[in-house]
């Protein structure tokens, strides 16, 4: 079957072998430029009292982002992460929710002027 971009579409067991291959080159790259992978969270871990549920590595990220620094030696991660919709709504037991998506989200913290060379 061909995707809107006119490309075959992934078999499911195609789809998370190269979502694998793409997490490992990422961290591949970013060991070899001296950051550290911090773990991930649980996806409902509570670290994050604005949201129910961690949807993005920058919920995990948001201390260092609302102080305004960088970590050092600086970091990046993979984080699962789970996208609702009507959130609000999943207390009521009758409701059946209407789920968004999981996935595996990458990232890390890199200094204004170090972003051409984190991106090279």
Known sequence: ?????????????EAKDHVESLVSDFKDHYDSLGYTEVPSVKITSGIDPTVRFIGSHIS????????DRVPSPRVYMRQDCLRTRNVEKLVDHSYFP??????SSIGGIVCAGKIKRSMQ
């Open 1 to 13: 079957m061909i995707n809107i971009y006119g490309k075959k579409r992934f078999s499911p067991e």
């Open 98 to 103: 209407n789920w968004g998506s999981y996935f």
């Open 60 to 67: 995990v990220f948001k201390p260092y982002l609302a102080e």
